[in-house]
């Protein structure tokens, strides 16, 4: 999803910028075209995420799920993520990561324009860290973890991360994620597991 932003309006749509906190492209600002579902969240949760990952980022397999603007994988790349994959369903969304990576040079990376359960069906070989970030006030996101929570997502010491709105009560984590960080901020809640065991 959607990482800090200021916008502004253009003709017949708007544009948000997304503002790269670290590593190699750091303080560099990207375009995005706001389209329905995606939600601007605050600089800080993004910069905080990534210094819970300080130490882990660097030549990681990353998986961004709920792509939206990318910034969280972008961030991935800039601070040497390995890899990349974005996935996006929607096609404006998509096309904005595309022409963003291709701006910024970078090749370590797979756009995929598609709903995250196509991916669950056809996903290989698992990451070292995934973000999960959906839309708010959906009923899917329990669904969604189960469905991560196999061997082709994710391994014993796979890092995940997941946000989601604070009264969210009836979340079902796996069991053999362990909470590493968890933090509050404003109207969200957001988390980092770290996967103990195969499921």
């Known amino acids: 999803m959607i990482h800090q932003t200021k916008r502004k309006p253009s003709r017949g749509s708007k544009t948000g910028h997304v503002r790269i906190i670290g590593g190699r492209w750091k303080g560099r600002r990207l ?40 910034a969280l994988g972008i961030e991935a ?3 040497g993520a390995s890899e990349v994959v974005f996935v996006e369903k929607n096609k404006k969304a998509a096309d904005h990561i595309h022409a963003n990576l291709r701006e910024l040079q970078f090749s370590n990376y ?10 669950f069906k056809k996903n290989e070989n698992p990451y070292d860290i995934i973000f999960v970030d959906p839309p708010f006030f959906q009923s899917y996101l329990t ?15 796979s890092l995940v991360y997941v946000e989601h709105e604070r009264h969210s009560d009836d979340i079902e984590f796996p069991e053999n994620w362990q909470v590493v960080k968890q933090k509050q901020v404003g109207g969200l809640v957001f988390y980092l597991f770290r996967v103990e065991a195969s499921s």
Do not use: H
């Open 143 to 157: 669904s969604t973890l189960k469905s991560l929570n196999q061997p082709t997502f994710v391994k014993p010491g």
């Open 110 to 119: 797979k756009v995929f324009n598609t709903s995250a359960e196509v991916v």
């Open 31 to 70: 375009k995005f075209t706001e389209v329905a579902g995606l939600r601007p969240t605050l600089d800080r949760v993004r910069e905080t995420l990534f210094n819970w990952l300080m130490y882990d980022i660097n030549e990681s397999r990353c998986l961004d799920l709920f792509a939206g603007s990318a």
């Open 77 to 79: 790349l800039s601070r």
